[in-house]
Structures are given as C-alpha cells and as structure tokens.
Nanobody, 122 residues
Framework: QVQLVESGGGLVQAGGSLRLSCAASGRTLSGRTVGWFRQAPGKEREFVVA????????YYADSVKGRWTISSDNAKNMIYLQMNSLKSEDTAVYYC???????????????WGQGTQVTVSS
C-alpha cells in the first residue's frame, strides 16, 4: 500500500496561485499513476490531473488545462500541483491518489491521501 499525504492548501484570492504537494511513502510508485481529484461541498469527487510515474505522461481535465501543471520529483517521491489563475469554482478539498492505470475515475485509484482544503475567494 502506498501512503499519500497532501499539503499546501489554503485561502487565496481569485487569480492567485497555490502549489499543492503530495508526499508518497510505503510501496514504490513505479508503474503507477498519481492523480489529483477534488470534491466541492455537495458535489461528486472529480478528476483534475494525473501523471504516470517515471514516464511523465500527463492528463488534465479541461477545466484546469492551461492553468495548472502537475509534476513529480522521483528522487523525493513527491508530486506537485501548481495551480495558477485560480477561480472561485476551484474551491474544494483536493486529494492525491495512486492507481495502476492513468484513469479519470476515482474507482481506478486504490490509495488516497486525507485531502487538503483549497478556498478561492472572489
């Protein structure tokens, strides 16, 4: 099992930036995909972005494409999500997750962090 811990959430004004971090420990991430999902109050958890570990191939939701960037530091077992041009609709709890395929469904991920709150004020 992979353990994931998110950090970096907070309160930011619309148009601002935040960088989320996800620290992975336990089993290796080799061959896995790490994704970020988010869940706003009263809404279902939705896919944001994913990266194939060690390969670097990325997948973005249309809602964040061009604004956000996922990256990884393989030596440190860290995954980062740079969020620019934040909007009020980006307000949600953000989760880091690991799965075996680069999917967009939460059911395709079997390890999850506890989440970090991102609040964007307008």
């Amino acid at each position: 099992q992979v353990q994931l811990v998110e950090s970096g959430g907070g309160l930011v004004q619309a148009g601002g930036s935040l960088r989320l971090s996800c620290a992975a420990s336990g089993r290796t991430l080799s061959g896995r995909t790490v994704g970020w999902f988010r869940q706003a109050p009263g809404k279902e958890r939705e896919f944001v972005v994913a990266i194939v570990w060690g390969v670097g191939r990325t997948y973005y939701a249309d809602s964040v494409k061009g604004r956000w960037t996922i990256s990884s530091d393989n030596a440190k077992n860290m995954i980062y999500l740079q969020m620019n041009s934040l909007k009020s609709e980006d307000t949600a709890v953000y989760y880091c997750a690991a799965g075996w395929v680069p999917g967009r469904l939460s059911t395709q991920y079997d390890s999850w962090g506890q989440g970090t709150q991102v609040t964007v004020s307008s």
